[in-house]
């Protein structure tokens, strides 16, 4: 049974409770990594005396960049054999930051993703296909392995190849899939060169997207095309990889795993805490972790917490939909946007295809947007997308005050990434 029921509606007071605990063990082991133990005898920071959770905000935060300077391993807790894993970061600028894992760590990580799998009604007996990167890259075998605790029939597909997808899920019934949100986008044009219509063609059930950000009309726009249930899967790998925050069948926020994670809101900017409703960026403690324990971890990821309880039951908060990163914002013109914005913007127009690309350059001084994006039907002459051209660029106006270049394209003519989608390509002169 991954249906922890204890755990999952336990009473908030005795959940914070829980999290005391296992953040007073969490510090004094964390105390044993050469990095905390030098920051906490600096800071003049005794774990021994911890009695609320409120205290680990005299502890500096920890960021990407520590990590990143005290590679390989200046956060590691335990014994070198006693190491089972390490995963890195998918980060393509800098140095990798690693993380390890004990044989425990590797066993609860499973359970919550087991755990994040079952609240979404996945069952032994589900055909899972698991497209996602085996290898450093975490959504391959956190997955996979919690997969295999729910008793699924794993089918370890991996990226790419994607007639040989569509082949495996006729073939072998896949009922539920793991998948990044642009690729399920793409594969729909593979379905289509097929001449096969994912809705009968395929029985998908569920699919977890995550990995990536992308909009509520992007998930919307998925589930229905395929007529498959949605759910949004949010992780990241210093906080293990997936398995951190998930959808409950509600659909209307994730609920963060609390037993294994403590959660801080701050304004990215001061660093204070935000309230409840607030977009801020998350910072996470891991409250289980053996190997590597994280204290105040800066995710860089924004979103904000819902104050009211889910009607699911569950007592763990839960977190909105990723805003985008606060290293994601795009100050264009002056005027600072994310992406996601612009993906809203665009998946709210019926034509629309299933790639999109926003293109930043400097003319003459000035910084100038250009919006590639794929039509859904190719067409002959794409003059006759011009009235659509015209839309989208006044729809973009009204959302982020910035009258972008449209350019419409063919399906398929946008370049394709067997990783996360690039949404994002800017190449102004930097002062
Ligand atoms: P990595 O550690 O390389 O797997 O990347 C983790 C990052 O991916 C997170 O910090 C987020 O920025 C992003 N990410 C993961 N899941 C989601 C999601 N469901 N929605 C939006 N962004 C996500
Ligand atoms: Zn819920």
Request: proline share 5%.
């Given at each position: ?5 204890e ?14 605990e ?15 133990s ?20 005299s502890?500096?935060?920890?960021a ?48 919550f ?13 589900d ?14 075998l ?65 699919a977890f ?25 949010y ?8 398995g ?23 304004d ?20 289980t ?48 946007m ?49 009235g659509l ?16 270049k ?20 800017d ?5």
């Amino acid at each position: 049974m991954f249906w922890e029921k204890e755990i999952e509606t336990m009473d908030v007071n005795e959940l914070r409770k829980l999290q005391l605990e296992r953040l007073k063990s969490a510090l004094l082991r964390a105390n044993l990594a050469p990095y905390y133990s030098q920051l906490f005898s600096e800071v003049g920071f005794d774990p021994a005396k911890v009695s609320s959770l409120e205290n680990i905000q005299s502890i500096p935060f920890t960021a990407k960049n520590d990590l990143r300077e005290h590679y390989p391993y200046g956060f590691v807790a335990v014994p070198r054999d006693e190491i089972v894993r390490m995963h890195s970061s998918s980060g393509t600028t800098g140095r990798a930051t690693v993380v390890f894992h004990t044989q425990g760590d590797v066993d609860r990580w499973t359970n919550f993703v087991a755990r994040s799998i079952y609240t979404t009604g996945g069952r032994k007996g589900d055909v899972f296909q698991n497209t996602m990167g085996y290898g450093l890259f975490t959504g391959g075998l956190g997955l996979h392995y919690g997969a295999e605790r729910v008793g699924m029939m794993v089918i370890p597909s991996g990226p790419g190849n994607s007639v040989r997808q569509i082949n495996l899920m006729r073939d072998f019934g896949t009922t539920a899939v793991h998948i990044l949100p642009s690729y399920a986008m793409r594969l729909l044009d593979v379905f289509e060169e097929l001449s096969l219509d994912p809705k009968k063609d395929v029985n998908l059930k569920i699919a977890f997207l995550g990995a990536e950000p992308h909009s509520e009309e992007m998930r919307q726009k998925i589930a229905d095309s395929y007529d498959m249930e949605a759910y949004n899967s949010y992780g990241l790998t210093e906080m293990n990889g997936p398995g951190v925050a998930f959808e409950c069948p509600e659909k209307d926020g994730m609920h963060v795993w609390e037993d294994g994670f403590l959660m801080e809101v701050i304004d990215p900017e001061t660093a204070e805490p935000v309230p409840d409703g607030e977009v801020g960026e998350l910072v996470f403690t891991t409250l289980t972790r053996e190997a590597m324990p994280l204290i105040r971890y800066r995710t860089r990821d924004l979103a904000s917490v819902y104050p009211d309880p889910c009607p699911c039951g569950r007592t763990h908060l839960r977190i909105s939909r990723i805003k985008g990163r606060s290293d994601d914002m795009l100050i264009v013109k002056g005027v600072n946007m994310f992406p996601i914005q612009i993906e809203t913007v665009l998946m709210g127009f019926p034509d629309i295809g299933r790639n999109y690309q926003i293109i930043l350059e400097t003319k003459e001084h000035m910084d100038e947007m250009t919006i590639n994006v794929e039509v859904l039907r190719s067409a002959d002459d794409m003059r006759v997308y011009e009235g659509l051209k015209k839309q989208i660029g006044a729809a973009v106006r009204s959302e982020i005050l910035i009258t972008p270049k449209v350019n419409l394209l063919q399906p398929g003519s946008i370049e394709k990434t067997e990783g996360k989608a690039i949404r994002v390509v800017d190449k102004r002169e930097k002062e």
